[in-house]
């Protein structure tokens, strides 16, 4: 039996169709060590090209098959981790369920387009979250390692499998690091803010004095013009009063004096009763009337220094509005804005100090916990070569070696840890990074060692092999097989092989045929089980004719 499956994402459908020799495909993948077998040109690379395009590589009009209109693949994954999802939503895809679906068409000119869950995305987005899900190892070379900045992460991760410890240290160092940034932040914008200050120190000065003796008051501006207002009207207004007074007293003579003028006169009349005593007593009142009309029409001084004063103090407030650009009730903020600046600098020494303090405690604080972290990474890339190397021999690479070089770097929230894998295949050759070393067989099998040996840290992706056992046979392809086997129990594996030693250990086997008909060719792949396995097992051990001896051997091969 196999080991025990490890519930990572995994790759579990793929749907091809029109892509070079495929017409059309569904294949359903499951946990652990799947395996694809077929005879040499039956169409094996194929199903990496198709697997490739949804995972964001390069189209090519050449993938489309001649006389369709358009190729398409579509690759289903499931147990979505939360590092893709996160990935997803910074890119404004929803991911509720735990189904992720790629998928990628072509047409004929060789022009593509991508979606993910039926929403368009670029070439340059399906690649990031192919990237994150599958790991290719063969003719694309597009495995993780093989990008530097990944080898500190993944001895972290094995550093974290190795020493309970490790994630607190780590953890540490990364508030650490965000405290010491902080105060780092805070003394240069002091700095920064000092040495404008102090340019503008004159400026400050005056302007201080002059907002505090302009002691503007929030709203003021506004009750200072509505007063103006009002006492403009009432200069308008006594100027009207005037016009009316002189039209009551016109060239000097009052109208009421000249009606009590008429009524004197009427009293003279000498009939007796006077006829006309009605008429005399209205000129009476009509007067009296004129009389305190004019009284209450007689306009007062207006006030002009009072005016003047308030003008003078509006107009002032106004200026200093507009010279500092802004309203005038923001004046007493302002002032008290550029008051502080400049007890800034009047106390910038003692403040500078205070911050220096802080900022070197926070750094000893900060180099405490990273050194710590150093120590722990060199113990773990201890462990990660010993592992590593204890792997080569069974894989016919007993003269490799590996290293995890790790150099100083400057601080970030990581720590001071720069770290590269090196590795070097012969002796006698001097060690060469890992994610400059070109691909081969040989490297493909260190890179099977050590992905087994970090598996415990690999469970995000879905790893494929394209011929690994290339160039071996015997014990050294089961060794291969084996740990295949022990990778896909932590993440799940789809290989490319023509070793019935590594096909042994499949949990599911996949064999890909080739047919002509009609002068048309056509590749086809389906799952195979029982008999049918294990006559595939043995053609892969003696060609095209199976024997009775192939047929022994490959039962003894089959380990699932």
Request: charge should be negative; include cysteine; aromatic fraction near 4%.
């Amino acid at each position: 039996m196999g080991l025990q499956r490890y519930n990572s994402h995994m790759l579990t459908r793929l749907n091809i169709n029109n892509i070079v020799l495929i017409e059309r495909l569904n294949l359903e993948f499951g946990a652990g060590l799947n395996i694809l077998t077929g005879e040499t040109g039956a169409g094996k690379s194929i199903l990496l090209d198709a697997l490739a395009l949804t995972l964001g590589a390069r189209g090519d009009a050449g993938l489309v098959r001649r006389g369709t209109d358009g190729a398409s693949v579509t690759a289903e994954f499931d147990n979505i981790p939360p590092v893709i999802r996160q990935l997803l939503t910074d890119v404004g895809i929803d991911c509720d369920d735990d189904m992720l679906i790629l998928r990628r068409t072509l047409s004929p000119d060789g022009k593509g387009r991508a979606w993910i869950n039926d929403c368009a995305v670029s070439i340059k987005t399906l690649k990031a979250v192919g990237d994150a899900l599958v790991e290719i190892h063969g003719q694309f070379a597009n495995h993780a390692l093989q990008d530097g900045a990944t080898h500190r992460v993944a001895l972290d991760e094995f550093a974290a499998a190795q020493n309970k410890e490790f994630a607190d240290i780590a953890s540490a160092t990364k508030n650490a690091y965000a405290e010491f940034h902080a105060a780092e932040k805070r003394m240069a914008e002091l700095k920064d803010m000092l040495a404008r200050a102090a340019m503008e120190r004159e400026f400050l000065e005056h302007n201080v004095a002059e907002l505090s003796a302009l002691d503007v008051h929030v709203g003021e501006e506004e009750d200072l013009a509505s007063q103006r207002s009002a006492m403009m009207n009432a200069e308008k207004d006594a100027a009207i009063l005037g016009d009316a007074m002189a039209a009551i007293a016109p060239r000097g003579n009052s109208l009421d004096a000249a009606i009590y003028s008429v009524a004197h006169i009427l009293e003279r009349i000498k009939t007796s009763p006077n006829p006309y005593r009605e008429q005399i007593d209205k000129l009476y009142e009509a007067a009296q009337t004129v009389s305190d009309v004019a009284a209450a029409l007689n306009p007062a001084e207006p006030d002009t220094a009072s005016l003047e004063e308030i003008e003078e103090r509006l107009f002032a407030i106004r200026a200093a509005a507009r010279k500092h650009r802004i309203h005038a009730d923001e004046l007493p903020s302002k002032l008290a804005q550029m008051a502080q600046q400049l007890s800034t600098i009047d106390n910038s020494d003692a403040e500078l100090k205070k911050l220096s303090a802080q900022m070197s405690q926070k750094r000893a604080e900060f180099d405490r916990c990273a050194t710590a972290l150093h120590n722990a990474r060199i113990q773990a890339a201890e462990i990660l070569r010993t592992s590593i190397l204890a792997e080569l021999p069974e894989l016919k690479l007993g003269q490799a070696d590996f290293i995890a070089d790790i150099t100083a770097t400057e601080p970030t929230a990581t720590g001071i840890d720069s770290v590269t894998f090196m590795i070097k295949t012969n002796p006698g050759m001097p060690f060469g990074a890992l994610h400059k070393t070109a691909s081969g067989g040989e490297l493909s099998r260190f890179m099977l060692a050590l992905r087994v040996v970090l598996a415990g840290g690999a469970g995000a992706r879905t790893f494929i092999f394209d011929e690994i056992d290339t160039g071996i046979s015997g014990a050294t392809a089961s060794a291969v097989g084996n740990r295949l086997n022990r990778l896909a129990a932590a993440a799940q594996a789809l290989v490319i092989t023509h070793s019935a030693q590594v096909a042994g250990y499949a949990d599911r086997h996949f064999k890909i045929s080739k047919s002509v008909a009609n002068d048309i060719t056509t590749t086809s792949v389906h799952e195979i089980t029982a008999e049918e396995r294990l006559n595939e097992v043995a053609r892969i051990i003696s060609g095209a004719e199976i024997t009775p001896e192939s047929l022994t051997m490959a039962q003894t091969l089959i380990k699932h």
